[in-house]
């Protein structure tokens, strides 16, 4: 069955500091890999999107992920946080059959 | 680029009605539309599946009969809520995704209120 896990329903991070919020997949075929956002009281955000190429992509914001085709992964990554960067992530996969969001992440970025 | 079109914006209304939301896709064409529904403060919930042409296929836990959807054509997918209850009251997004599996385009979203 083809699915999709945020594992965490929150990271906390201090501003500076590196963040990481993680998506792992199970699809048949190749998938087509997404991360949207949600800032407060405003509408979803595309961030990027993996389809092929270079496993690492870079998106909005500063923010890039890594596709790890053999962990079936597509950590959401930011070198330095910002406060400015807390709001909900989602990740989004598309396989052969159509499937779609993680159940979300809740960043919040400490002063 | 492409946009989706979600309406109304907000509904307010009586419990025992009925609300219809439209969710259209003004420059492309969407095979597959999906409905979402979101409380405060938590994440979305995939209600829906729509598919152009046949019937939406339902989460686990979502009353078909509560939350009609139709998707007759490619550019309009519309959710009604039927027999609107307090409980109902909540956010409501649709989503499009593009030819050839593209990225979602979203609705600016449906805020209910039964009362």
């Known amino acids: 069955a083809q699915s999709v896990a945020q594992p965490e329903d929150q990271v906390n991070v201090a501003e500076g500091n590196p963040l990481t919020v993680k998506c792992t997949y199970s699809?048949?075929?190749?998938?087509?890999l997404f991360w949207y956002v949600q800032y407060p009281n405003r509408g979803l955000q595309f961030l990027l999107k993996?389809?092929?190429?270079?496993?690492l992509v870079k998106g909005s914001y500063g923010f890039e992920a890594e596709f790890n085709k053999s962990q079936t992964s597509f950590h959401l990554k930011k070198p330095s946080a910002l406060v400015s960067d807390s709001a909900l992530y989602f990740c989004d996969v598309m396989g052969r059959r159509a499937l779609t969001f993680g159940s979300g992440t809740r960043l919040q970025v400490q002063p | 680029g492409a946009v989706v079109s979600q309406h109304p914006s907000r509904v307010i209304c009586k419990s025992g009605t009925s609300v219809k939301i439209e969710c259209r896709s003004l420059d492309f064409q969407a095979t597959t539309m999906f409905w979402y529904r979101q409380f405060p403060k938590q994440s979305l919930m995939l209600m829906a599946t729509?598919?152009?042409?046949?019937?939406?296929?339902?989460e686990q836990g979502v009353e078909k009969d509560k939350f009609l959807i139709n998707h007759a054509s490619l550019t309009l997918s519309t959710l009604t809520v039927t027999s609107a209850h307090p409980e109902d009251s909540s956010f409501y997004i649709c989503s499009a995704r593009g030819l050839g599996g593209g990225k979602l385009f979203f609705g600016s979203g449906t805020q209910l209120s039964v009362l």
């Open positions: 729509s598919n152009e042409g046949s019937k939406a296929t339902y």
């Open positions: 699809v048949s075929g190749n998938p087509y």
């Open positions: 993996y389809i092929t190429g270079d496993n």
